[in-house]
């Protein structure tokens, strides 16, 4: 355990997909030790890319934490995803560190990947640096995407170097060579300050040995944002890459205070002291079909050891902690105590999950647990065979519980199971895990939509039921009102029946026979809503009236006035927004239009657009993909529930045959 918090650094690394996060990552071992060669993604051979899908795609699906000692500094890191469909893995993980590094990939420029995370990041105001990676590629120019990040993320990112033909050559132990290189450092850090500015102002400059320590507090305020260049699967530039980490980034005892709350709901701020009470957040669950479930967390004060009870404040209850581990990727070492800005693994906890914060008895606060995007693509599920049917829950429930932005759910309507989450991409790794860690196959399909059928008008019908087949026969005799209910109201029954011409105990039979039918409508077998039913008359039998006489010809009745009230189908419509860049505002309206949708109105959002529309939901289940494609990635949008309207008659019609085509192949 390293307990010299100045020693210690805790950070991410995010960006696009393919701009270098893992092949940086094995840099960094081999210049610290860890490894005597380079692994390398095309070989399969990274420690931060274990699992088999990650191997297959070369491409990182899941966070993997990993640790390696440069200079007698011990360095924590989390390597995250770039693609957008596994952005929870980056939401969760910028809860767990003190800084991130933002790998640019120098062919692409300020990708997709680099804004969404630059977004999360400037939202939770957390310090960054830049690794422009990749400068080795023809057609690259260093300078270039500097420039791009300070006119596309923020102006207040600074070069801290300088290429020499392939040679990285650090700026702040160069002045002589770069003066101006030197003094756009020197003004971005008197901008920082204003006792500073007045002092530039007034001289010129500033002493150097006033220069660093206000850049390292402008690092960890945000305010300056440090970019190095380099080519990661070289080598070049990866010690200056080091050095800055160690030199000007927060350390974990630098590191700004957390906020937590205490049992009266009052803020509490948590500093980074190992003589402070224990307090710790989970930030992701693994579970292994093999290990069980394993709970990683970051420590945020005090120190504890292996084998002691900790108390889960979310839950209210104890738990004993087992065997502590930090991890290497894929790789457990045990550990016998850990400390404030240690990332740790215990395996087996009862009831401790995601966001749960973990302290010691005399300190109970909690931390507000992180939000998670709304998933935004949707599948139905269908199990292969039987065998595969009994192993689907477990399986998804060890899934959702490790990956929180995915979502399972049954439409009570449709009877499907219904998986939610980020994209396709998303969806797919999802039953592909699901197929090699627990044996369950399934189908991916599009979700039937939950339509209703209802009445356009009202009218009166009679239906009368009457069997005679030796011995006591079957009588019920009713007359009913259907008419249009408001969007919404679903059923409203009425008991209009006077002067007993049908007997009080059979009413609720009528009733029960009318919702029976109402479970399939006449058009293409979707339930009924939406409609009041008056029973107004009819009459009865004194020996072969009986209740479900009554209620078939509740039902009965109900078919026939549906054949003559002018049956339509209703559907439902989403409230959508969606938020783009200004230059594709004008696809996606379009866009909008195509699908049957209405645009309610635009505004601004920072530097993007936002549309809000209704779009009727079947127009909306490959919109994930959609979006992307027009806007290159960077559009995104969330949809939730708003009503039901009437289906067109074209599209009716579409329906009906549909609904048809499926009949005959049941």
Known sequence: MQEDLKKKRTFLLCGHAQAGKSTLTEAVFFKCGVTKRLGKVDEQTTISDYEEDEKQRKSSINLSVLRGDYKGNLLQFIDTPGYLDFVGELITSIRAVDFAVIVVDATEGIAVGTEKAWELLSKENIPCMFFVNKL?????????????????????????????????????????????????????????????????????????????????????????????GGVALEGEGVDMFLDTLIEEMPSVGECRSRNAYDKDNQEVLIESKIEHPFCAQVFKTIIDPFVGQLTIFRVFSGKTAAHNELLNVTKGHKEKVGQLFVLQGKQQIPQETISAGDIVAVAKLKDTQTQDTLCVNSRAVQFLPVEFPSPAYSASLKPKTRQDEDKISAALARLTNEDRTCKVSRDAQTKELILSGMGELHLHIIVERMKRKYQANVDLGTPKVPYFETVSKTIEVSHKYKKQTGGRGQYGDVSIRIEPLERGKKFEFVDKIVGGTI????????????????????????????????????????????????????????????????????????????????????????????????????????????????????????????????????????????????????????????????????
Not at 155 to 172: H, N, Q, R, T, W
Not at 196 to 207: I, Q, R, S
Not at 548 to 563: C, D, N, R, T, V
């Open 136 to 228: 080795d590629k023809e057609d690259t120019d260093y300078k270039k995407t500097v420039q791009d990040i300070q006119q596309n993320l923020t102006k207040k990112a600074i070069s801290m170097c300088f290429l020499e033909g392939d040679k990285v050559i650090p700026i702040l132990k160069n002045k002589d060579k770069n003066t101006g290189l030197y003094g756009e450092i020197v003004e971005q850090v008197a901008e920082s300050d204003d006792e500073l500015l007045e002092k530039y102002l007034d001289k010129g400059a500033l002493e150097e040995d006033e220069v660093i320590p206000a850049l390292q507090k402008a690092i960890l305020n945000a305010q300056i944002f440090p970019v190095i």
């Open 503 to 666: 007997p009080r105990n059979f009413i609720p039979s009528v009733e029960k026979g009318i919702k029976k039918a109402m479970r399939e409508g006449i058009l293409a077998s979707y339930p009924v809503s939406d409609v009041r039913i008056t029973l107004y008359d009819g009459s009865y039998h004194p020996v072969d009236s009986s209740d479900i006489a009554f209620q078939i010809a509740g039902s009965m009745a109900l078919k026939k006035a549906l054949e003559q009230a002018g049956s339509v189908f209703l559907e439902p419509i989403m409230d959508v927004e969606i938020v783009v860049p200004g230059e594709f505002m004008g696809q996606v309206t379009g866009d909008i239009n195509s699908r049957r949708g209405k645009v309610l109105g635009m505004e601004m959002k920072g530097k993007n657009e936002s549309v809000k529309a209704q779009i009727p939901l079947a127009e909306m289940f490959k919109y994930t993909s959609d979006l992307r494609s027009v806007t290159g990635g960077r559009g995104t949008y969330s949809m939730s529930f708003s009503r039901y309207e009437v289906v067109p008659a074209r599209i009716a019609q579409t329906i009906i045959g549909q609904a048809k085509k499926q009949e005959k192949k049941d």
